[in-house]
C-alpha cells in the first residue's frame, strides 16, 4: 500500500516537471503524452528509488529519462532538453524543500514521521506538484509556443 501512494506522489511531480519543461522549451502542452510520458518516467524513477542504490540515483535517472522524452518526441534537440529539464527539476526541489519545511514548521510533525506515514508524506508532498504545474501553464500563456514542436 505504502508503495502505490509513494507512486501517487510521485506521477503528479512527473507530469507537472515535463510540463514546464515542454513550456520552457516553447513546446504546447499536449496533456496525453505528457501525462502518458510523465506516468511512466515516474514508475521507472520510483522503482529505482525503491532498489538499494545510492541516494539520488533516481533523480539523475528521472533526469535522463524525461530529456529523452523530450528530444525523442519533440523537435528540441538534447541539449536544450538537457536544460530545460535540469530547470523545470530544480525547481520542483526548490519547492518541495520550501514547502517540506513550512509544513513541518506549522505542525508538530518531524521529517521522520512524515517520512514513515505514506498518506501523510502524499499530503505534504502535492503542493510541489501543484505548484509547479501552475508555473508550467502560465509559462506556455507567456511564452507562446512554436508551431510543430511535437512529432507525434
Keep these: 500500500m ?3 501512494i509513494f507512486l501517487l506522489q510521485g506521477i503528479p511531480e512527473t507530469i507537472a ?7 520552457f ?11 502518458i ?10 522503482t529505482i528509488k525503491l532498489l538499494p ?31 530545460v ?10 519547492f518541495e524543500i520550501v514547502i517540506h519545511l513550512y509544513i513541518l514548521r506549522l505542525t508538530t510533525i518531524n521529517l521522520e514521521a512524515a517520512s514513515t506515514n505514506a498518506l ?14 501552475i508555473i508550467a501553464l502560465l509559462t506556455s500563456k507567456i511564452k507562446k509556443p512554436i508551431l510543430n514542436g511535437w512529432k507525434i
Design 17 to 23: 516537471t515535463l510540463a514546464l519543461s515542454l513550456a
Design 53 to 83: 542504490f545510492t541516494l539520488g540515483l533516481h533523480t539523475v535517472a528521472m533526469l535522463l529519462m524525461c530529456v529523452f522524452f523530450i528530444s525523442k518526441t519533440t523537435r528540441i534537440s538534447p541539449a536544450k532538453s538537457f536544460i
Design 37 to 46: 510520458g510523465g506516468a511512466i518516467i515516474s514508475i521507472i524513477g520510483s
Design 120 to 133: 501523510l508524506w502524499l499530503i505534504i508532498g502535492m503542493p510541489q506538484a501543484v505548484i509547479v504545474l
Design 25 to 35: 522549451a516553447r513546446i504546447s502542452l499536449r496533456w496525453l503524452p505528457i501525462v
Design 2 to 4: 505504502n508503495e502505490v
Design 85 to 94: 529539464a535540469t530547470s523545470s527539476i530544480i525547481i520542483l526541489i526548490f
